[in-house]
C-alpha cells in the first residue's frame, strides 16, 4: 500500500483553503479521499 503525505483542513492555507471550502460544500461537510490526496499540489484539482 502506498503513503501519501495529507495535509488536514485545519492546517490549510490559501488556495488550499479554498478548494477544501468547496470540496466541503459539494459534500456536506465531507472532505473527500481524492481531494485529500491531491493537497500537496492544489493548483492539479482547479476548475479550469
Same mark, same amino acid.
Given at each position: 500500500m502506498a503513503w501519501i503525505q &495529507?495535509? =488536514? *483542513? +485545519? +492546517? #490549510? =492555507?490559501?488556495k488550499l483553503k479554498e478548494l477544501y471550502d468547496r #470540496? #466541503? /460544500? #459539494?459534500?456536506?461537510? /465531507?472532505i473527500g479521499p481524492m481531494v485529500r490526496a491531491g493537497? &500537496?499540489? *492544489?493548483?492539479?484539482s482547479k476548475d479550469e
Amino acid at each position: 500500500m502506498a503513503w501519501i503525505q &495529507l495535509v =488536514e *483542513p +485545519d +492546517d #490549510a =492555507e490559501g488556495k488550499l483553503k479554498e478548494l477544501y471550502d468547496r #470540496a #466541503a /460544500k #459539494a459534500g456536506g461537510g /465531507k472532505i473527500g479521499p481524492m481531494v485529500r490526496a491531491g493537497s &500537496l499540489n *492544489p493548483m492539479r484539482s482547479k476548475d479550469e
